[in-house]
């Protein structure tokens, strides 16, 4: 299970629409097992409706403040412009473990984003449920 509070699930879907129509991408970040209570936003290196891929001198800074705020990486969420909230082929490719949660935000239908969250184990995909708490 993912828990985040609402003011950062609307912070994540707020990028997600910033960068629209091109495709949003970021870290979530915790300090207990399966609760994200930071984003890290990235600048999408692809630059593409899509596909994403991270900057890596982004990446780095957030890993850097991660361990120095004692936070562990909780997820890695990125936008679908046009298709479902739903881990493409190549999203399961690029999975980096299966003890993060693939955080998927769809715009298909940018007045209602939809966000779920996956879990990723070489081929295999499970939903997680999402608990969004008030902040």
């Known amino acids: 299970?993912?828990?985040?509070?609402?003011?950062?699930?609307?912070?994540?879907?707020?990028?997600?629409?910033?960068?629209?129509?091109?495709?949003?991408?970021?870290?979530?970040?915790?300090?207990?097992?399966?609760?994200?209570?930071?984003a890290?936003?990235?600048?999408?290196?692809?630059?593409?409706?899509?596909g994403y891929r991270m900057d890596p001198k982004e990446q780095l800074q957030a890993e850097t403040l991660m361990r120095q705020r004692g936070q562990r990486m909780a997820g890695i969420y990125h936008s679908h412009t046009a298709s479902d909230a739903y881990p493409s082929s190549v999203d399961v490719?690029?999975?980096?473990?299966?003890?993060?949660?693939?955080?998927?935000?769809?715009?298909?239908?940018?007045a209602r984003p939809v966000l779920r969250s996956f879990r990723i184990d070489g081929p295999q995909i499970t939903e997680e449920p999402v608990t969004v708490a008030e902040s």
């Open 93 to 110: 490719s690029l999975a980096i473990s299966p003890d993060v949660s693939y955080v998927l935000v769809s715009l298909k239908d940018l």
């Open 1 to 38: 299970m993912l828990r985040l509070s609402q003011e950062l699930s609307e912070q994540v879907i707020a990028h997600c629409r910033h960068c629209y129509p091109k495709e949003a991408c970021g870290y979530l970040a915790g300090r207990a097992e399966g609760a994200a209570e930071q």
């Open 40 to 50: 890290y936003p990235m600048t999408n290196a692809e630059d593409s409706p899509i």
